[in-house]
């Protein structure tokens, strides 16, 4: 495989004849790389073109086979039932539903193997339509318990055998953590008075982890799951929603999972602390079903999307957070040890400011700094942790047009981060745009990225451009075409850098945009893969209809890549009419399934060569 040596050592090269401490004016003029100087691509496939037939299709040369669908059992548990008959102890026995970011971890554990490992997969939410045979026309406590159970993480044990990937079953790491598992909090808000509740009035044990996005992992092994739109769940109906609720969209209406009907938990009026516990970025170690998760207050509490990792020449570890709401921050954590354990226990926090002469400042969240102090409402960082959107506003962090993941490239440093769309960006009342967010009535989104200051993820000054402006260059409005070289996309949310350094993105156009308006002729969503010295893209995978894609990892030799098809099928309202469940998809079972299934693919290359490549 030459190309793989290749363009790093070339990219490193480049780099080397950069210097990243001069000033941001220069640097900004610069460009970030430079002109292109590779005589060949590092993308050595051939592009699909886009697609809305229903299913999954990948490059010539290339196979992909599901894995891992929803209500197949972790390890030797029951089968799923294609009528969605399977009961609530079934459910807690298998995979759950909305299969989201994932990592692998090799076995034996910190090795680097690439035939053997572990799959932490997320299962941010569910379609109660599809997860009981009659869907939400009844409710009851059951159907509760059930979409709980279906709620949460994954660990399952894997293994490729004669270049096939299966399950291992049984297996003794194989896990589920829900929205009901026992978990601890560590960190400034752990056992505060805004985490105590009637249930836990220590305020140091939660009852699970939901609305799992997207993810990331740390130096010593775990893994970790970042909740993200944890609103949905909870309701308010006394007519007066506290602020801090209101800060974080809670309102008398929720997002329709009607939870709180029979788990009073999520009732936040009478329980207003409960919502407080939700938000967090969550360790699980997935080596040791035994070992409880732990949420990281020190991380701050928002609608999580991943958190990126970057080791600090003196390991300390720093992670970059999105957080995924129109108008949000991005988010810096560094930590006040060097890798280990205990290390999200301690440490700073940062929103980001973008600057319009291509540099930027890390605005710490820290009672003393940026107008925090208790007349300000933040006594201690206690307060900032619970409320970092607010300790965000203060600082004067810049207002995003939805922070979704960032990846690290592993090479360079540089991080790059998702901002998926922001239609109301220039409204009447609503921020117009800056150079950071340059589009009012921003549709499709676009990629920015940042290179910390001495090249070190402690740096509180960082240069910054935008890498990709998302469009359709067959628009007639300039503003819409935007300035993508290759295959044309819009809504970017997944990123990902592999080994080689290709940034992989993936699309989440939502339901009710795809196919329609400005997303006519764009297809189903899909996966690309960029160049980033060239900026090229080119489409690597579609998916099939009503889904996301979502979550990409692959083993440490680049030979297998593992890709999540997220809630295939789903409908404009995002519940699925329980009676005709495969009225959108039928993937991936095809016309003999019941029902469309969101599912962990593998993608290997028939030739067995390096992905992508
Ligand atoms: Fe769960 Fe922002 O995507
Ligand atoms: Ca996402
Ligand atoms: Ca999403």
Same mark, same amino acid.
């Given at each position: 495989?030459?190309?793989?040596?290749? #363009?790093?050592?070339?990219?490193?090269?480049?780099?080397?004849?950069?210097?990243?401490?001069?000033?941001?004016?220069?640097?900004?003029?610069?460009?970030?790389?430079?002109?292109?100087?590779?005589?060949?691509?590092?993308?050595?496939?051939?592009?699909?073109?886009?697609?809305?037939?229903?299913?999954?299709?990948?490059?010539?040369?290339?196979?992909?086979?599901?894995?891992?669908?929803?209500?197949?059992?972790?390890?030797?548990?029951?089968?799923?039932?294609?009528?969605?008959?399977?009961?609530?102890?079934?459910?807690?026995?298998?995979?759950?539903?909305?299969?989201?970011?994932?990592? #692998?971890?090799?076995?034996?554990?910190?090795?680097?193997?690439?035939?053997?490992?572990?799959?932490?997969?997320?299962?941010?939410?569910?379609?109660?339509?599809?997860?009981?045979?009659?869907?939400?026309?009844?409710?009851?406590?059951?159907?509760?318990?059930?979409?709980?159970?279906?709620?949460?993480?994954?660990?399952?044990?894997?293994?490729?055998?004669?270049?096939?990937?299966?399950?291992?079953?049984?297996?003794?790491?194989?896990?589920?953590?829900?929205?009901?598992?026992?978990?601890?909090?560590?960190?400034?808000?752990?056992?505060?008075?805004?985490?105590?509740?009637?249930?836990?009035?220590?305020?140091?044990?939660?009852?699970?982890?939901?609305?799992?996005?997207?993810?990331?992992?740390?130096?010593?092994?775990?893994?970790?799951?970042?909740?993200?739109?944890?609103?949905?769940?909870?309701?308010?109906?006394?007519?007066?929603?506290?602020?801090?609720?209101?800060?974080?969209?809670?309102?008398?209406?929720?997002?329709?999972?009607?939870?709180?009907?029979?788990?009073?938990?999520?009732?936040?009026?009478?329980?207003?602390?409960?919502?407080?516990?939700?938000?967090?970025?969550?360790?699980?170690?997935?080596?040791?079903?035994?070992?409880?998760?732990?949420?990281?207050?020190?991380?701050?509490?928002?609608?999580?999307?991943?958190?990126?990792?970057?080791?600090?020449?003196?390991?300390?570890?720093?992670?970059?957070?999105?957080?995924?709401?129109?108008?949000?921050?991005?988010?810096?954590?560094?930590?006040?040890?060097?890798?280990?354990?205990?290390?999200?226990?301690?440490?700073?926090?940062?929103?980001?400011?973008?600057?319009?002469?291509?540099?930027?400042?890390?605005?710490?969240?820290?009672?003393?700094?940026?107008?925090?102090?208790?007349?300000?409402?933040?006594?201690?960082?206690?307060?900032?942790?619970?409320?970092?959107?607010?300790?965000?506003?203060?600082?004067?962090?810049?207002?995003?047009?939805?922070?979704?993941?960032?990846?690290?490239?592993?090479?360079?440093?540089?991080?790059?981060?998702?901002?998926? #769309?922001?239609?109301?960006?220039?409204?009447?009342?609503?921020?117009?745009?800056?150079?950071?967010?340059?589009?009012?009535?921003?549709?499709?989104?676009?990629?920015?990225?940042?290179?910390?200051?001495?090249?070190?993820?402690?740096?509180?000054?960082?240069?910054?451009?935008? #890498?990709?402006?998302?469009?359709?260059?067959?628009?007639?409005?300039?503003?819409?075409?935007?300035?993508?070289?290759?295959?044309?996309?819009?809504?970017?949310?997944?990123?990902?850098?592999?080994?080689?350094?290709?940034?992989?993105?993936?699309?989440?156009?939502?339901?009710?945009?795809?196919?329609?308006?400005?997303?006519?002729?764009?297809?189903?969503?899909?996966?690309?893969?960029?160049?980033?010295?060239?900026?090229?893209?080119?489409?690597?995978?579609?998916?099939?209809?009503?889904?996301?894609?979502?979550?990409?990892?692959?083993?440490?030799?680049?030979?297998?890549?593992?890709?999540?098809?997220?809630?295939?099928?789903?409908?404009?309202?995002?519940?699925?009419?329980?009676?005709?469940?495969?009225?959108?998809?039928?993937?991936?079972?095809?016309?003999?399934?019941?029902?469309?299934?969101?599912?962990?693919?593998?993608?290997?290359?028939?030739?067995?060569?390096?992905?992508?490549?």
């Amino acid at each position: 495989m030459p190309t793989m040596p290749t #363009f790093a050592d070339v990219l490193r090269a480049r780099l080397s004849r950069r210097s990243f401490l001069t000033s941001g004016l220069a640097a900004a003029g610069l460009g970030w790389l430079g002109p292109a100087a590779w005589a060949s691509s590092p993308l050595g496939f051939a592009g699909v073109p886009a697609s809305t037939a229903d299913a999954l299709v990948v490059p010539g040369g290339y196979v992909a086979e599901v894995l891992y669908a929803w209500g197949d059992p972790i390890s030797d548990g029951p089968a799923f039932k294609p009528d969605a008959s399977n009961t609530v102890d079934d459910q807690l026995r298998q995979a759950g539903m909305h299969h989201d970011g994932m990592r #692998f971890f090799p076995l034996p554990a910190g090795q680097t193997g690439s035939t053997h490992g572990l799959l932490a997969v997320n299962h941010e939410y569910t379609d109660d339509g599809l997860l009981h045979p009659d869907g939400m026309l009844t409710w009851t406590a059951e159907k509760v318990r059930k979409s709980q159970a279906a709620h949460g993480v994954s660990v399952i044990e894997v293994q490729m055998d004669r270049d096939r990937w299966r399950v291992i079953r049984p297996s003794r790491y194989a896990r589920r953590v829900t929205a009901a598992t026992p978990m601890g909090l560590t960190g400034p808000a752990a056992g505060h008075p805004w985490m105590q509740t009637a249930a836990d009035p220590a305020g140091r044990t939660v009852l699970g982890t939901m609305s799992n996005c997207a993810m990331g992992y740390t130096p010593w092994g775990t893994y970790l799951t970042c909740e993200e739109n944890f609103q949905f769940y909870f309701v308010n109906e006394s007519g007066s929603v506290p602020a801090l609720q209101q800060r974080y969209d809670i309102n008398e209406r929720g997002g329709g999972y009607r939870w709180h009907e029979f788990d009073e938990r999520f009732d936040a009026a009478r329980h207003p602390n409960e919502p407080n516990r939700f938000g967090w970025v969550v360790e699980i170690d997935p080596f040791d079903p035994s070992r409880p998760p732990v949420k990281h207050t020190a991380l701050g509490r928002f609608k999580h999307e991943g958190a990126a990792l970057a080791v600090a020449p003196d390991q300390r570890v720093a992670f970059y957070m999105g957080d995924d709401a129109r108008f949000e921050y991005v988010y810096k954590f560094v930590s006040r040890d060097p890798a280990g354990p205990s290390a999200l226990e301690h440490g700073r926090l940062y929103a980001a400011r973008f600057d319009a002469d291509g540099t930027g400042v890390w605005l710490e969240l820290a009672p003393g700094q940026n107008g925090l102090d208790a007349g300000a409402g933040f006594p201690s960082q206690a307060e900032i942790c619970v409320a970092p959107r607010l300790a965000g506003e203060i600082a004067g962090a810049t207002r995003m047009d939805r922070p979704e993941w960032i990846a690290v490239h592993p090479l360079t440093g540089e991080a790059y981060c998702a901002l998926s #769309f922001n239609e109301t960006r220039g409204q009447a009342g609503r921020p117009g745009p800056d150079p950071a967010n340059p589009r009012a009535d921003n549709v499709y989104g676009h990629i920015i990225r940042w290179r910390e200051r001495g090249g070190d993820p402690t740096a509180t000054r960082f240069e910054w451009d935008v #890498f990709i402006l998302c469009g359709d260059p067959t628009s007639a409005d300039p503003a819409r075409r935007g300035d993508i070289k290759g295959d044309v996309f819009g809504s970017p949310d997944g990123l990902w850098v592999d080994g080689r350094g290709v940034l992989w993105i993936q699309t989440d156009v939502s339901t009710r945009l795809l196919h329609k308006g400005d997303y006519a002729g764009m297809g189903n969503n899909q996966m690309l893969a960029a160049d980033p010295v060239t900026r090229e893209v080119r489409r690597f995978l579609t998916g099939p209809r009503g889904c996301e894609i979502t979550g990409a990892t692959g083993t440490p030799d680049g030979r297998t890549l593992f890709v999540n098809i997220q809630h295939p099928g789903e409908t404009p309202s995002e519940r699925s009419n329980p009676a005709t469940p495969k009225g959108v998809s039928a993937w991936p079972e095809g016309p003999a399934g019941g029902r469309p299934r969101s599912a962990t693919v593998v993608i290997r290359r028939a030739d067995g060569g390096v992905i992508g490549a």
